[in-house]
């Protein structure tokens, strides 16, 4: 009997060992699962609140956030595909014109009519590059076109980004009015999500436009207090951006020697950096020295940048014809000056630039009057003047100034409020502290209790262990396959179907308006609803057909060795068998309908590729109305 007890004891000690050990690494492998979905997700956020610090660093975060997403994990596949997107390299033509083209493959894949964040986001994100080549009316349909549709969905970070866009455009055309409406919109919506480095970039542009409506005194102010933050904060690029625009603003205030200064730190921190930039430094400089009457030593600046900025670069070859005019101009040499002020004037419309074109207009009525052509300088003033009075009007609006006294006054509660809120942050601290000390205490004593039990349920897992593989790969509710073996089994068949060369086909489905079931019969009727679409597509798909739930309300039938046409006859005989099924043997209120997208494998490189088709057609049925099948083909 003791020889018994004692052997049973061993055998309960070595089981429990090895129970313990299997525990473990299962939570090993769901930790490291978790910890990279934490860091992806970490990746993300910093894209959509932040920007990273370098394109380098943009390009190593995107390598990480690839390898650490999974081939099955749609929403993040979305997230990346996002962020690749507004990290495009684009110093030149070509590239910003590739920057559109995958803008653009992105939006065919997930239907560009069909309003929802990533279109929206993917939208956006190609009025940046359109901008760049001079597309301004494309540029501004499309960025009405993706605010209405961000207004739509109610996506309040869209609908900062694309005012912020589009009052950007506006304020660089002169649309002062335009520009301060949208901007403000946009720094309302970035504060409210407490996106503090959006709305600063926010008030960087309000600024600018500041400074181009003549107010450079108050634009400098803003642009200090970001310039202040940006350096406590690490952040150069952004440091030196804003430093850019106080140079302007000094530049205006006729503080040439200090706005000189300011320009040359900038343009010394860019040169090895990005060389296009760098060049449009010389550019500001150039006009500097001008007003400093340094004539030859601008145009030696002024020839140097020809070398980078050519009419591919339509923005900053427009001042830099602009600024080669008025230094040839200054040297009196008309002839070369009207040709230079010709290029600048073809550069500002292409743009539509208003404050451009005025400046243009009053150069060249200089030029004529200089060369003592008075009916052409005449003439040119007139333009000159119609052109900035044109201007002048809409500064002096009355809703300009309404806005601008709005916005004034909103900063200054808006500093006050965020002190006050600093002080009550710093009570919630020193209150969290307590409070992690006692949550401490709280776990080790948990993680205590928990070893225990461990070691007394040990013993008795070893004799489920059958029952526990059957549940990781089974789904509770509707007992098909869950998610994960779903997936497991799905890859299993793109691999057979690559290597045999054989058809492969998948049916995703969902179902209509499930949310209304829920909210007014209840979760205990909408889980009978999800248990008979589950029996139904059970008793409708083939022997060696797969059906599992990978989501909420979500279905996948695998169809291995399957044309698109079969496919699509299952798929059609699913939805009028679920339409006809009679519901009301669950509850006496209750119709139900699916929508399903039907997708073939056509050599895409990974099942996440195939998938995204598959979600895509799902849209499209959903789009029709619901109650459809869609094919991508």
């Known amino acids: 009997m003791v020889k018994e007890y004692l052997l049973l004891i061993k055998r309960f000690l070595v089981t429990s060992l090895i129970i313990t050990s299997y525990i473990s690494s299962l939570f090993i492998c769901l930790s490291v699962n978790a910890d990279e979905n934490k860091r992806a997700d970490d990746i993300i956020a910093l894209f959509k609140t932040n920007k990273p610090s370098s394109p380098q660093h943009a390009n190593s975060l995107l390598q990480e956030l690839k390898k650490a997403i999974t081939p099955d994990d749609l929403h993040r596949q979305k997230e990346y595909i996002r962020a690749t997107c507004w990290n495009q390299k684009v110093e030149t033509n070509e590239q910003i014109r590739q920057a559109v083209s995958y803008a653009n493959k992105q939006l065919d894949i997930f239907g560009p009519h069909i309003p929802s964040q990533i279109t929206i986001d993917l939208t956006l994100c190609k009025t940046s590059y359109q901008r760049l080549l001079g597309q301004v009316d494309t540029t ?107 140079a302007s ?54 020839e140097q940048a020809e070398n980078t900025i050519t009419p591919e670069y339509n923005a900053p070859y427009s001042f830099l014809q602009l600024y080669l005019a008025n230094t040839q101009f200054k040297l009196n040499n008309y002839s070369a000056s009207l040709d230079a002020l010709q290029n600048a004037e073809k550069a500002f ?33 007139r333009e000159y003047l119609h052109v900035h009075l044109t201007q002048d009007e809409r500064v002096l609006t009355k809703l300009n100034a309404e806005l601008r006294t709005r916005f004034d006054t909103d900063r200054i509660k808006h500093e006050n409020d965020l002190l006050l809120q600093h002080a009550k942050d710093k009570e919630v601290q020193l209150d969290m502290l307590q409070r992690n000390k006692t949550m401490q205490i709280i776990i080790i004593t948990l993680v205590g209790i928990i070893l225990i039990l461990m070691s007394i349920f040990a013993y008795k897992q070893m004799y489920h262990k059958q029952q526990f593989k059957k549940l990781a790969f089974t789904d509770e509710l509707t007992k098909i396959a869950n998610r994960r073996e779903t997936y497991i089994q799905a890859e299993k068949c793109l691999s057979l179907s690559k290597k045999k060369q054989t058809p492969f086909s998948l049916i995703f489905f969902d179902a209509d308006y499930f949310k209304l079931v829920n909210d007014e019969l209840g979760h205990y009727i909408g889980d009978q609803v999800l248990i008979c679409l589950a029996d139904i597509a059970s008793k409708l798909i083939r022997k060696g057909d797969t059906l599992g739930r990978v989501g909420g ?34 509850s006496s209120d209750l119709t139900q309908t699916v929508s399903a997208g039907v997708v073939r494998y056509q050599e895409e490189k990974d099942l996440s590729a195939l998938l995204l088709k598959a979600d895509k057609a799902l849209y499209e049925a959903k789009a029709a109305g619901r109650n459809h099948v869609k094919v991508f083909l």
Request: hydrophobic share 40%.
């Open 553 to 586: 309300e979500e279905f996948i039938i695998l169809l291995p060795d399957t044309d698109i046409e079969v496919a699509l006859t299952i798929a059609n005989r699913l939805l009028t068998t679920i339409e006809q099924y009679d519901w009301s043997t669950i």
């Open 349 to 381: 419309l292409i743009d539509k630039n208003q404050r451009g074109l005025s400046k243009v207009l009053r150069l060249r009525s200089d030029i004529y009057e200089a060369d003592k052509n008075w009916q052409n300088a005449y003439q040119t003033l």
């Open 140 to 246: 501004l349909q499309d960025l009405t076109s993706a605010i209405n549709q961000a207004y739509i969905i109610e996506a309040p970070l869209l609908i900062a980004h694309g005012h912020r866009q589009r009052g950007t455009l506006h304020s660089y055309q002169g649309n002062y009015s335009a520009s301060l409406e949208d901007l403000l919109t946009a720094q309302s919506h970035y504060e409210s999500l407490k996106l503090t480095y959006w709305a600063n970039i926010n008030l960087g542009e309000l600024a600018t436009s500041y400074r181009r409506f003549g107010d450079a005194t108050s634009a400098l102010k803003y642009q200090l207090q970001l310039e202040d933050i940006y350096i406590k904060e690490g952040k150069i690029f952004e440091a030196n951006d804003i430093n850019i625009q106080i």
């Open 249 to 302: 603003s000094l530049e205006q205030l006729k503080k040439l020697k200090e706005a000189n200064a300011r320009y040359r730190v900038s343009q010394q921190f860019l040169q090895n950096k990005q060389p296009v930039i760098s060049a449009d430094m010389s550019i500001n400089i150039a006009n500097n020295l001008i007003s400093l009457g340094q004539y030859n030593k601008a145009l030696t600046l002024l």
